[in-house]
């Protein structure tokens, strides 16, 4: 394995990573559009309407998930070669996590997690949204910890 | 155009008020109106009630209930008839509340629930040997579980002193082994709790099943709620005592949800015109008895608990000609009623009814020859189709390539357009194949009669389903409607092709069940698509091979159409599937219909609903968006309680069904539920409607082995049964711990937990085709609870000895009732005939030494040798046994959404196996009898 020099993972992660909290954010704000489909209710009365907009929203949630839990596992293996071991084991419950949640999708395939038929049932949304919140907690905490990081690493070093 | 309709419909309206009843007694609808009738038998108090909105035909546009927002404040102009709100037809309150009323059954049953009211001994019929149908909680006990002609069981300790107390009533009657008098009693304590929650020791109770049918329980409410509740048939809750807080749902361990069948034929109905329909201002509930009026201006919402004003209209009592009555209208003295909606709650002009059938016609079709008998019943019923003047009809085919019939009016013969372009089907003549039933009748008739004949050499055997499918949706894009499919292979070519995914050797196999999922999305796509054009796809699956049903299927689920599967069908190989397809059809093509349907479910402030089942669209978090109702359409929800329930002593539900009917006619039918709020968990126990959560659990189940596996599925049945009772037993501590307790209102749950495992689509170990487990599955998720608690637990009756003892009068036939046996080998007796009820099939068990002149009166052969193997009628004799038997079988099937079929199964034929397996109390090779199965609860509990 390639030694990197100590302060790399956090330099290099430093500036995705505050586009990277935007993730969940977007989940949120499109969970509440899925909730709140009083809006606009000439475009949603329609049938047609409201459920393209489901379908769009959900498939722009489907968008998001490979990208960050793509970003995500390279964090951590960007850790793993760094040898920073306390990093890494913040971060792996999360990696198992998306892992468990990739590979129990439904099974015909496209569908990567957020399923237009089943999205509306408040306890998936209720889930999702949930899991939403807990990832923009973790990302913003994990934010000013690399910040953190970055900082006492380039002093120390 | 539309205004044409308008006014045409309000005419329809006006005539409904005026003319006598009679009128809607004619046509189909009104058979099916009596389907009921087993539970509401009110046909013959029905007759002088005019209200049977059962004749709907209705029509109109649009969608979103949302829409008609300030409704109530609007929309008089539009209105010939100010206020008059037709209907109510009949008005005569009374006829309507005691019908409607939820005590299920006037007649048959004195007692609504199982209540065994110590029936006395001395009752007990014996002298004829003949039980009395009526009015034993229990059937007789039997000498132990050891004397039991049933399977090895393991050891019981029949040594109890409660069990041995009933021995003297066992003696008494030597000979009633089969029989199934009760002698309910077993008083094993005297307390004073309510019925439901006396405490039953279920290992030591043997005639756990009530002789007569189960019924709904009744809500705790004061009589006049009571009165006013909504059927139990249309609308039910699985705990009717609504715990007050999550916490206290949670310690019960019992699911609460709610079952719909909102829109299923009804004999009366009060079908309301008025220019405001009144609403609540916040959350736009409906107006419904069991608001309260604070005063005779101002009501306040049951739902929302917000204070509305009553509007001038609504202060003028139509039926009564009187003003000022509020309380008094309609609306508010039935927690049924239709309202006929004004334009608010259109989105667009009224949509026609529109069918299309796409017709498989490779090989394999013809081959089936289910052809033939589509086409002669559509040209039977044709004229019967639900609809309007402005009905339109079209015909698609296609094997590996997609014909469409040019229909257009003027044309001397149809006109087959053939597209062999699967990859980007387009319309070949957009306007002329979807036409005007009228108009181009002849030529539809020339085409149904010379289709059977068209394809009868075709060499084709690929089927491109996808591509027909697509060309569906945009044949149906403009105006929405039904599509019939008919399909009888895996679709081989184009969009949406299928492998085979079964194998064989996987069938019995105790582990895994794969492949219960799609392995495509292109139809949940398509579904999707469809349900935005208000289209709906009903599937008709005839194959004999593996078809992947569990693909196949989501063009239907969430399209909100229905699915119908009939195994190895041959028209004449299989005569008895071809009846039944035949049968099925009639039904499906003239049972009523809506379109452009949307239900909301709204509850009480606190109550929230998560996770719907059946077959729709989930448009937002309370609103099921469906193409198309039909009347056997069954639902379910899940609710969960968010805010603590303290501040009041009453939660209502309400559904509504803003539909198009086949008329052209805008209506809302609202139903609405008022359950009381109870803060103890005794009080819990006492209201669990057993059946109910049963068929909660039953889809949730389905959900579970989708997205985790069947096994986990299973688990998840067992561990229900299991938390349940053992919370029960944490709650009444006093009794000994080793005993396995329920409380009486939940003593038939382990049983029917049991039955769900041994049925289609939960079982293992059992050889099953996959295409059969996939099709119970959607059967569980969609079928109403009557039906579906026939699938889960059939009904087994003894109809060697019918009797008019405790019969009923159906239209002036006399339909007896013979008790309930329980679904063990013990109760067969060679000398009996049994009739098994399983939903959608009947099974006719004839003993070796059963009675000859039953074999003669009845079945028609002079003895049990000459019986054939393969009988599927009863034939018409003329003698009191074949009369009564024939009556109670027609009572049994009338008006199922699924047509049964009968076999007649000897004892020692190859078949019996079929009519073996329903016996879900007896061990089979991979699954425990009841009472293993009590003892392995008893274990896990003690665990």
Not at chain 2, 711 to 738: F, K, P, T
Not at chain 2, 803 to 829: F, M, R, W, Y
């Amino acid at each position: 394995l390639i030694r990197f020099p100590p302060h790399f993972p956090f330099s290099l992660l430093f500036l995705p990573t505050s586009p990277f909290v935007w993730y969940p954010l977007w989940s949120i704000i499109a969970f509440d559009e899925l909730r709140t489909d009083f809006k606009n209710p000439i475009d949603q009365g329609n049938p047609r309407e409201r459920l393209k907009n489901i379908e769009r929203i959900c498939c722009l949630l489907r968008k998001l998930v490979v990208p960050e839990y793509s970003i995500h596992g390279l964090f951590c293996l960007m850790f793993l070669c760094a040898a920073e071991w306390v990093t890494l084991g913040l971060n792996i419950p999360l990696l198992f996590y998306h892992l468990w949640r990739y590979f129990h999708r439904p099974a015909d395939g496209s569908e990567v997690m957020y399923d237009a038929v089943s999205i509306m049932n408040a306890d998936i949304l209720n889930y999702c949204q949930k899991e939403s919140w807990c990832k923009l907690a973790f990302y913003l905490l994990s934010f000013f910890y690399y910040l953190y990081s970055m900082v006492y690493t380039l002093v120390s070093f | 155009m539309r205004y044409t309709f308008i006014s045409v419909e309000m005419i329809t309206a006006q005539q409904e008020c005026t003319v006598p009843k009679e009128v809607y007694h004619k046509g189909p609808k009104v058979k099916e109106g009596m389907q009921y009738g087993d539970y509401v038998n009110n046909q013959a108090s029905s007759a002088p009630t005019p209200l049977s909105s059962t004749s709907d035909d209705e029509e109109e546009e649009e969608e979103d209930e949302e829409a008609g927002v300030d409704s109530s404040s609007t929309t008089s102009s539009a209105s010939p008839m100010p206020n008059s709100y037709d209907a109510l037809e009949g008005g005569s309150y009374p006829d309507m509340l005691s019908s409607s009323a939820s005590s299920p059954a006037p007649d048959p049953a004195p007692e609504p629930d199982p209540a065994p009211a110590p029936a006395p001994a001395s009752s007990a019929p014996q002298p004829s040997k003949m039980t009395k149908p009526f009015g034993y909680g229990y059937p007789t006990l039997q000498p132990g579980y050891q004397n039991a002609t049933a399977p090895p069981n393991s050891g019981v300790p029949p040594s109890s002193p409660g069990y041995s107390g009933f021995q003297p009533y066992a003696q008494q009657y030597p000979g009633m082994n089969q029989l199934s008098s009760g002698l309910g009693g077993l008083s094993l304590q005297s307390s004073p709790q309510p019925e439901s929650l006396r405490p039953i020791n279920l290992t030591q109770e043997r005639n756990i099943l009530p002789v007569t049918p189960v019924w709904a329980p009744v809500p705790n409410l004061n009589l006049d709620l009571k009165k006013l509740n909504c059927s139990p048939d249309s609308f039910r809750c699985t705990l009717t005592n609504i715990p007050q807080t999550q916490a206290l749902l949670n310690k019960a361990k019992l699911p609460l949800g709610l079952l719909l069948h909102p829109f299923r034929d009804l004999t009366q109905l009060p079908v309301i015109t008025s220019n405001t329909i009144v609403r609540c201002r916040s959350c736009r509930t409906y107006i419904n008895p069991f608001v309260s009026f604070i005063d005779q201006r101002r009501w306040k919402c049951n739902l929302c608990y917000r204070v509305n004003d009553v509007p001038e209209e609504f202060m003028y009592n139509p039926l009564t000609r009187s003003y000022g009555e509020p309380h008094k209208r309609p609306e508010v003295q039935n927690s049924t009623v239709e309202f006929i909606a004004s334009s608010d709650y259109m989105l667009r002009p009224p949509q026609p009814a529109v069918y299309l059938f796409v017709l498989d016609v490779s090989h394999n079709a013809v081959e089936a020859g289910y052809l033939t008998i589509l086409c002669q019943s559509l040209l039977e019923n044709l004229d019967k189709l639900p609809g309007d003047s402005r009905t339109r009809i079209g015909f698609m085919t296609f094997d590996s390539t997609i014909h469409f019939y040019n229909l257009q009016e003027g044309l001397s013969q149809p006109q087959m357009l053939i597209v062999s372009d699967i990859d980007d089907v387009f319309l070949p003549t957009p306007d002329s194949l979807l036409v005007n039933l009228y108009e181009s009748k002849e030529l539809i008739k020339d085409l149904l009669n010379a289709l059977p004949n068209m394809f009868t050499n075709t060499r084709e055997t690929h089927s491109a389903l996808g591509p027909a499918l697509q060309a569906a949706f945009k044949l149906m894009s403009p105006t929405g409607g039904r599509v019939s499919v008919f399909q009888t292979q895996l679709p081989s070519l184009g969009a949406g092709l299928l492998q085979s995914r079964e194998d064989p050797n996987q069938r019995s196999s105790t582990k895994v069940v794969q492949h219960l999922g799609p392995a495509t999305d292109f139809y949940k796509k398509l579904a999707l698509d469809c349900s935005g054009q208000q289209t709906a796809v009903d599937l008709f699956l005839l194959s004999s091979q593996y078809s992947d049903l569990a693909s196949l299927a989501c063009m239907s689920k969430y399209s909100a159409g229905c699915i119908y599967y009939y195994p190895s069908f041959h028209y004449t190989h299989n005569p008895s599937q071809a009846e039944k397809l035949q049968k099925d059809l009639k039904r499906y093509l003239t049972r009523k219909i809506g379109f452009e349907a949307v239900m909301r479910i709204r509850c009480t402030k606190g109550l929230s609903m998560h996770t719907f089942h059946g077959n729709f669209f989930v448009r937002s978090t309370d609103l099921l968006s469906l193409a198309n109702i039909n009347p056997d359409a069954g639902f379910a929800v899940q609710l969960s309680i968010e805010e603590n329930l303290t501040d009041t002593s009453l939660v209502c539900f309400q559904t509504a069904l803003l539909y198009t009917s086949s008329k052209g006619e805008r209506r809302i039918r609202v139903h609405t539920l008022c359950l009381p709020v109870v803060s103890s968990l005794a009080d819990v126990y006492a209201g669990v409607d057993v059946q109910a959560a049963i068929c909660l659990l039953a889809n949730m189940a389905v959900d579970r082995s989708v997205s985790s596996s069947l096994s986990d599925a299973r688990d998840a049945l067992v561990n229900a049964v299991v938390d349940s009772l053992s919370a029960y037993g944490s709650m009444v501590s006093n009794l000994q711990h080793s005993a396995l307790i329920a409380p009486s209102s939940l003593k038939l749950f382990p049983l029917y937990v049991l039955a769900l495992l041994k049925q289609k689509a939960f079982r293992t170990g059992t050889s099953t085709r996959l295409d059969d487990r996939v099709y119970a599955m959607c059967q569980i998720k969609c079928q109403p609870l009557v039906h579906l608690m026939k699938m889960i637990h059939p009904n087994l009756y003894r109809i060697d000895r019918l009797t008019d003892e405790g019969a009923i009068h159906v239209n002036d036939k006399v339909v007896p009732q013979p008790p309930l046996q329980k679904l063990s080998a013990e109760k067969l007796t060679r000398e009996g005939a049994f009739l098994m009820d399983c939903g959608s099939v009947f099974y006719i068990w004839i003993g070796k030494s059963c009675d000859n002149h039953f074999i003669e009166d009845v079945l028609g052969y002079p003895n049990f040798a000459s019986i054939p193997q393969k009988m599927t009628h009863l034939p018409e004799l003329d003698t009191l046994s074949s009369e009564r038997a024939r009556s109670f079988i027609t009572w049994l099937r009338d008006n199922r959404p699924l047509s049964p079929i009968l076999h007649v199964v000897k004892d020692e034929s190859p078949a019996k196996t079929e009519f073996f397996q329903h016996l879900i109390e007896d061990r089979t090779e991979a699954a425990f009898s009841y009472y293993e199965f009590l003892l392995h609860i008893q274990h896990q509990i003690c665990k």
